[in-house]
């Protein structure tokens, strides 16, 4: 016996649901990540031709733009940051995202404070959220300029912002 068949043949159907603050949260910085991933990925394109990553097509266009005397090896380690800052984005941003969108889920049951805001587990995912969008752009930033210490405190927030979505997840799930 299936699992339709254990319920009378029809398909169960289940509303999500969500705290409305924790959701404009969570779109507006998704949303805010998401341009920011497209611009990095946008501005690896400019080192990837002046480091000689050229099709044949445009290598005229390019050079009478930048002219022929361009140094190639001093694009190719910008080419090679600008690339390593679209990796990092692509390894951290989806899994901390999808821990704050579990949360945010989790605590849609949560009761609201006495004066109608979020509860408290609500204002944490929305705190939470807020941390990682910003330590996500600091770290781009820092790394774009090569400060490693600046870059540590940039990316800890994130991790730990993650960390704590994902424990508010379990929570949840838990029903603690």
Not at 34 to 44: H, Q
């Amino acid at each position: 016996m299936d699992y339709y068949q254990e319920r009378g043949g029809e398909p169960v159907v289940m509303t999500l649901r969500m705290d409305s603050q924790v959701l404009r949260s969570l779109i507006l910085c998704s949303s805010v990540l998401g341009i920011k991933y497209f611009v990095s990925v946008a501005a690896t394109i400019i080192p990837n031709r002046l480091c000689g990553d050229i099709p044949p097509e445009d290598k005229p266009l390019w050079e009478k733009i930048f002219g022929k005397g361009i140094d190639k090896e001093a694009y190719k380690l910008l080419k090679d940051r600008f690339e390593r800052v679209v990796r990092n984005d692509l390894e951290n941003i989806p899994i901390g995202l999808g821990l704050l969108w579990m949360a945010g889920l989790v605590t849609a049951n949560a009761m609201p404070t006495p004066e109608g805001g979020p509860s408290p587990a609500a204002q944490s995912v929305i705190q939470l959220t807020q941390v990682f969008t910003v330590s996500r752009l600091a770290h781009s930033l820092v790394f774009y300029t090569g400060t490693a210490y600046a870059r540590t405190f940039a990316f800890m927030g994130g991790f730990v912002s993650s960390l704590g979505a994902g424990c508010i997840a379990l929570q949840g799930l838990a029903g603690l």
